[in-house]
């Protein structure tokens, strides 16, 4: 099959044509930076040691004090690299590799667009070439077969999602015709689920000199290596023509053998291996999506104390549960009723960085791609295929979708496990192991641990317990929120939605989100009682 396309990247003075994918839409481009980046590393680096005050961007000499830039490089003084930052435009890049890569660390900002409120179109989804044609034809067939489930499976999920959809607001049923988009975008957030991981996305991606520069070093990490050295070569490209003197301390890739999970990525795992892990894994979930397995004992009297110290007071003049409130109850530290986010700046608030909690999660690997956006609840993502069974598809339900017509689940599961014997076919031919792993649904379950400490858990349990919310992400923040008050009473009663604390901040309106309104009154009811199809 002759390449529709390839993708060029520089290499050495010389461009060398990567001809890892038959077909990429890929295209990067640098929006916006600094004036002079590498000038202002070096201006910083000098001011920390100037006598005569501030050392401007026009007071460095590239030839004066280039061996400075590099020596402080090399002595691991990099944050004189992280003021600079650069605003690029992505397209073409798939899901996978941007929850393995781009987003599997909390240094970055993204837009990016949104497969639950964008339909994704035909066509839209990276092509390697397997250099194999019985290979080749199996992977652009299904990709056009699962294209089309995508498609039918909006239209028959609609009437479960229309019925779930007027159940929670009633009145609007009668001008149904004036809310069928709104159904459809519903629809199509669960009928994404059947996509493959293949997909493409496009995004504005903000990052500093540091980080691209860590990027580029670890360009061919797992699970995507191919296309992540593509995406981060053409991103160093763009940063070399905007200002080329960053090639003084640019690193070339480590190579795949360099890193410590390369023997067992080689070795691999036997399937009965991967079963007893996932056996294992689920077992100790107990049915929930997010299991609390380690926290700090004395929690709630650490938080306390944290609090009296900001004001110098005794546990005598202030007892534990009046300290906690201080800091976590909106109707008294009226911070927490703010748009903006506050919280990491206050006195009190910071008193919640003392609190930690750490969870086991498993989620398809489209939740995953939304809760990893949340930088500051860090997890430990796995190399993909080391969790997956190729003889057993591992996916992941929507509620919606156990709600429809027996024809809609049937379309469902079968789309999905067509995909995963697809995967399995590939595998058996000897395939790439990254190149297979495009066919895999984004239903399928990634199973890793996360932790967080209380300030930044509260910020995402106000935003993911919101109705909405993702569901999965939902459902697991429901566990957790659960499990803490179980463990940390004093605590845990202040873990709610965004309408919960601004209920009790006195904030109005009560609900944030306009005509995005959820339609259940979430603020006067308790969290045992949460409880949603769509």
Same mark, same amino acid.
């Given at each position: ?20 994918? =038959? ?31 501030? #050392?401007?961007?026009? %007071?460095? /000499? ?13 002595? +691991? ?50 092509? $390697? ?46 001008? /149904? ?8 975008? *519903? ?8 996509? $493959?991981?293949?997909? !493409? ?27 992540? &050295? ?10 070399? @023509? ?6 003084? =301390? ?14 067992? =990525? ?22 929930? &999506? ?27 003049? #202030? ?30 608030? @910071? ?25 500051? !609840?860090? %997890?430990?993502? $796995? #190399? ?26 049937? @379309? ?10 697809? &995967? ?5 031919? +000897? ?14 379950? =990634? ?8 300030? /930044? ?35 845990? *009663? ?7 604390? @601004? ?32």
């Amino acid at each position: 099959m002759a390449l529709l396309k390839t993708i060029e990247t520089q290499k050495n003075g010389k461009h060398v044509p990567d001809t890892a994918f =038959i077909h990429s839409p890929l295209k990067v481009k640098l929006i916006n930076a600094f004036a002079n980046p590498f000038k202002n590393a070096i201006a910083t680096a000098r001011t920390c040691y100037s006598s005569k005050g501030i #050392i401007t961007d026009e %007071g460095v /000499s590239l030839e004066k004090h280039a061996a400075l830039a590099k020596s402080i490089y090399e002595a +691991g003084h990099h944050t004189t690299l992280q003021h600079a930052h650069f605003q690029f435009a992505i397209e073409g890049v798939s899901r996978h590799a941007i929850w393995s890569f781009l987003h599997s660390h909390p240094f970055y900002n993204s837009e990016q667009v949104s497969q639950r409120y964008v339909e994704v179109k035909n066509g839209s989804y990276v092509v $390697p070439n397997f250099e194999n044609s019985e290979a080749q034809s199996l992977y652009q067939s299904e990709m056009e077969r699962v294209m089309a489930d995508y498609h039918d499976l909006i239209g028959l999920l609609t009437p479960a999602v229309a019925d779930a959809y007027f159940e929670r607001f009633p009145h609007r049923k009668k001008k /149904s015709d004036d809310y069928q988009k709104e159904i459809k975008k *519903k629809a199509q957030e669960v009928a994404r689920y059947v996509l $493959p991981v293949s997909t !493409t996305a496009y995004l504005y991606h903000t990052i500093s000199g540091i980080t691209l520069l860590r990027y580029y070093r670890l360009a061919r990490m797992a699970d995507v290596p191919s296309e992540t &050295y593509a995406l981060v070569r053409a991103m160093v490209d763009e940063l070399l @023509r905007y200002d080329p003197n960053y090639a003084l =301390i640019l690193e070339e890739p480590l190579e795949p053998e360099s890193y410590p999970e390369a023997e067992y =990525i080689r070795t691999g795992n036997a399937p009965h291996d991967i079963a007893h892990f996932i056996h294992e894994f689920d077992s100790d979930l107990d049915g929930n &999506y997010s299991k609390l397995v380690d926290y700090k004992a004395f929690a709630e009297k650490t938080l306390a104390n944290s609090v009296r110290e900001v004001m110098g007071k005794t546990e005598r003049e #202030i007892g534990d549960e009046e300290a906690i409130a201080l800091v976590l109850d909106p109707g008294k530290n009226t911070i927490l009723g703010e748009t903006l986010v506050l919280t990491t700046e206050t006195k009190f608030s @910071r008193a919640m960085h003392n609190v930690h909690y750490t969870f086991r999660k498993k989620l398809s690997h489209t939740a995953d791609s939304q809760d990893q956006r949340h930088r500051m !609840t860090p %997890g430990s993502r $796995p #190399i993909l295929h080391m969790q997956l069974r190729d003889d057993t598809p591992d996916f992941e339900t929507p509620m919606v979708v156990k709600t429809a017509s027996q024809e809609t689940q049937d @379309r469902y599961k079968n789309s999905i496990e067509q995909s995963w014997k697809s &995967y399995a076919k590939l595998r058996a031919l +000897g395939m790439n192991q990254e190149f297979c792993e495009y066919m895999l649904p984004n239903a399928t379950n =990634i199973r890793f641990t996360e932790s967080s400490d209380l300030l /930044s858990l509260h910020h995402k349990h106000a935003m993911r317990l919101c109705y909405n919310a993702q569901e999965e992400i939902w459902r697991a923040s429901v566990d957790e929120a659960e499990q803490i008050r179980e463990i940390h009473p004093m605590i845990g *009663k202040y873990l709610l939605p965004p309408c919960g604390l @601004r209920d009790l901040a006195h904030v109005r309106p009560i609900c944030p989100e306009g005509e995005r309104y959820c339609g259940v009154k979430v603020w006067k009811i308790d969290l045992n009682e949460y409880e949603r199809v769509i």
